[in-house]
């Protein structure tokens, strides 16, 4: 997962971006970059603020940057891409993943393409530079033959250009701000900047920005937002589709109670994720939420570390034993993946002296991989890719395991045209 933004004739675009990319850090912590006007580039590994520094400021009033989640690829793979193509130049910045990536770089490769990186993103370079028409005519002859999954800011040497895919599978959002335009893909990093009207770039559809905007619309399938989205990865006080993810989130964790009513002393949240899921839970449930598990926030993100991730999780998670002690706790988390962190949690809770440990998650089993640019990990390594309920319950060493149904979720978000490929196998693209 990534978040990219844009920014479009505004004084000082290099400190819009760094405030956009901070708004959107939570979305990739590996390495940040972004593209100004003339193609100047500045891009590096770590956070935004260790690499859009006040030494490394440069003037500018247009750009596009970056923040990357995953772990691997060298410098030269972090984005934005720059290109010298045949209509001009042009700078990338993607949010998503070409599941049929492989066929179209060796196409792509047969008719003479040479890629500069491993990146899925440099696809759609090549597919502008190959177009026919003006530079707007093949951006749009380039996104029409892509079906998923992306969101996408493109800085041309005359406009800006912000594109979702025809199934709008990731978030893109823009507005106008100072006499110009800027775009990000949470409304939240835009709201934080004093932006007042936001517009969600629609799915299948490329916004043009130059004096004004001008939405082309290429290609519309069917809806299918990700539902991960919802329930784990974007910021709480955004909002998706008009519904607040903090309050989708809050009704998880209601629905989650109305579908497995269970009887227990405490509600305790697996900060941060698990909190608004708890909350609903726990105002449904009656049952009194508490902090009885503290996370250790200076401590690496544990989720893609491949090796020591038991001992990382385990360091990270501090029992409060004044709360939990003597008493039947429900714990509640977004969701399990490989399961390492919930085992973990239940033996934490259990060597604090919980009575009995409860496990609700405010999402469906997880048993699919996702091809769409969220990082789950490969179906061997997904715990309900093979178990059934009560072998994870098992395995992770809780009195009792409940997830929330896929109608469930849906009823919670208030919405059902989602992609909820990653719980019940059905890919959009495949269809
Ligand atoms: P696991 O230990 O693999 O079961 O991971 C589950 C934990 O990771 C839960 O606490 C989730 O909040 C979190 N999580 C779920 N999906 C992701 C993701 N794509 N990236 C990072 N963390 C995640
Ligand atoms: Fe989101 Fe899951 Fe669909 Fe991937 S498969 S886009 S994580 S809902």
Redesign the pocket.
Known sequence: ?CGIAGVWNVQDAFSVLHDLLLGLQHRGQESAGIVLNNFRVLKGRGLVEQVLTEENWLESERGIGHVRYSTAGSLEEIQPLVAFTKKGKIAIAHNGTIPDAEAWIRSLQERGAVFQSTLDSEIFLHLISMSSGDEKEAIVEALKRVKAAYSLVVLHEGFLAAARDPYGIRPLFYGKYRGGFVVASEDSALKAIGVEEIKEVPRGSVVFFEEGEEVVEFEKREERFCS?EFI??ARPDSSFLGENVHKARCKMGEELFAENPIEADLVIP?LD??LSGALGFSRASGIPLDVGLMRNRYMG?S??MPVNREKI?KKKLVPIGDVIKGKRVVVI??????????SIIVNILREAGAKEVHVGIHSPPVRYPCYYG????RKQEL?ASEKDVEEVKRLVNADSLFYLSLEGLKRAIGRSELCVACFNGEYPHLK
Do not use: E, K, L, Q
């Open positions: 997962m991960f784990y990865f697996v994720s698990g993100r989720f893609i999780v988390d977004d969701s399990i993946v490989r399961g390492t962190t919930m969220i990082d789950t990990a715990v």
